[in-house]
């Protein structure tokens, strides 16, 4: 099983139950950590996290089906309305990988 983590999970007790090399994050998630590190009051510490938190798990990304993915669920009624849930979403069906989120709303 290959696990690709999306948003706001707490993905440190997957990691220890699965493996590092079972995982995989998406450059979304990468983006978002290192803004949040970037606006933190301790930025060193901060960015030490993430670069320990990402170490090892690989990065994948995926820009070939947004555009029609976000074109079928507009034509079909059903937009995504956050642009990076979307991302994360066709870089998991891109890359076979099964998406842990708890984002459910979209």
């Known amino acids: 099983m290959r696990i690709f983590f999306g948003r706001d999970l707490n993905q440190d007790e997957i990691i220890k139950e699965k493996g590092r090399e079972k995982c995989f994050i998406s450059e979304i998630k990468v983006i ?9 009051k301790s930025q060193s510490k901060s960015h030490m ?3 320990s938190f990402v170490n090892g798990i690989p990065i994948v990304g995926s820009i070939e089906l947004y555009p029609k993915e976000k ?12 642009d990076f849930n979307l991302l994360i979403r066709v870089t998991a069906i891109a890359n076979q990988l099964i998406l842990v989120t708890d984002k459910i709303k979209d």
Do not use: F
Not at 32 to 40: D, G, T
Not at 71 to 82: A, E, F, Q, S
């Open 49 to 51: 996290a993430v670069d």
């Open 71 to 82: 074109v079928r669920l507009k034509c079909i009624g059903t937009p995504m309305h956050d």
């Open 32 to 40: 978002e950590l290192r803004y949040i590190s970037e606006n933190s």
